[in-house]
């Protein structure tokens, strides 16, 4: 049985214990938004993270009382845009458009960074990697490009958005699973390595569609294979590794994330967004529009597909040898 005291006592201790917590999670949250939010694009403008961001930015004015502004950080495979947002006042005023290196490039021993240091909100994208030439190249074919590397035993470029980049270990995987050796050309992104192809500087890239899908289609370009489980929409004609006979599937996925300690609240009103932009018309049809892949996921969906791929990419970067 309870007294009087007790219950008291028990009133001051949950009242000390809210006055304990993070203003935060009380005034901050109040009224949000009732500024701009910042979202983080760790690359440059014109690549596939950076397209994404700023449909998904448009479209949100539908849903969200305050404008959400892009802004590019690229560098260093993504750590210097994910780096700003991790380390961001927790308040939901700085989100970031994070993808893929963050669950590869801490294995590679150059970044202490890790999808562990941020709260996912959702989901958004998923874009398998592929290879790409220019249209007037002597390969007309995957096999075709595969024969002519192994024939150049190591000096066929192969460009890609930066050292430990998943367009970096793309093309790592399809060394391990064909045996030919590239010459890796690191850009700052997946935008100037594609340009740089175009200018006839490499021989090729391994990014996504989505990110050589107008030059594709303008006939500057040629898609050779599809790092996929199934032919995609915009490039029918263009098989997967699989149908040539390589079991390979790899690519990247983007998605929003907040700095740890970020109210609940906050986290919460985000990914309603979120989930109501993934929904709109408009999202989808200018993802397909732009050769990228939907892929919808929440916040705690979107953890544990990070948990999955951290640790294939840690199995595959120590498998290849390719930790700094």
């Known amino acids: 049985m309870r007294t009087r005291s007790s219950v008291l ?7 000390a214990a ?39 930015s448009d479209v949100a004015r539908k849903h969200f009382s305050q404008p959400i502004t892009v802004v590019n950080r690229p560098g ?11 380390n961001a006042k927790p308040d939901g005023y700085k989100i970031a458009m994070i993808f893929a290196e963050i669950v590869i490039v801490p294995h590679l021993g150059l970044t202490k960074l890790s999808y562990e240091d941020f709260v996912p909100i959702a989901q958004l994208n998923h874009d398998p990697a592929a290879v790409t030439v220019k249209a007037d190249a002597p390969w007309k074919t995957i096999e075709e490009f595969i024969a002519a590397s192994k024939a150049k035993n190591g000096s066929m470029s192969m460009g890609n958005s930066g050292p430990g980049s998943i367009w970096h270990l793309a093309a790592a995987a399809i060394e391990d699973k064909t045996g030919v050796t590239f010459n890796h050309v690191a850009f700052g992104g997946a935008a100037p390595g594609v340009l740089a192809l175009l200018g006839g500087h490499i021989d090729a890239v391994a990014v996504s569609p989505g990110e050589v899908a107008t030059h594709v289609q303008s006939g500057k370009l040629r898609t050779l294979a599809v790092a996929a489980d199934k032919r995609l929409k915009g490039f029918d004609t263009v098989p997967t590794f699989k149908e040539r006979g390589l079991d390979l599937s790899i690519g990247t ?9 970020t109210p609940p609240e906050v986290i919460a009103m985000l990914g309603t967004v979120a989930r109501k932009c993934a929904d709109e018309p408009a999202l989808k049809e200018g993802l397909e529009r732009l050769s990228m892949g939907w892929s919808y996921a929440d916040g705690e969906t979107f953890r544990a597909n990070m948990k999955r791929d951290n640790d294939y990419f840690k199995g595959l970067v120590g498998k290849l040898g390719l930790k700094a």
């Open 253 to 261: 996925w983007r998605g929003l994330a907040a700095p740890k300690g």
């Open 76 to 86: 260093a495979s993504g750590m210097i845009g994910h780096g700003e947002m991790i």
């Open 18 to 56: 809210a006055a304990a917590l993070p203003a935060s999670l009380f005034a901050q949250s109040a009224g949000y938004p009732n500024r701009p939010v910042d979202l983080i694009v760790p690359a440059g403008a014109g690549g596939g993270t950076d397209v994404l961001a700023r449909v998904f």
């Open 9 to 15: 006592t028990r009133r001051h201790l949950l009242a």
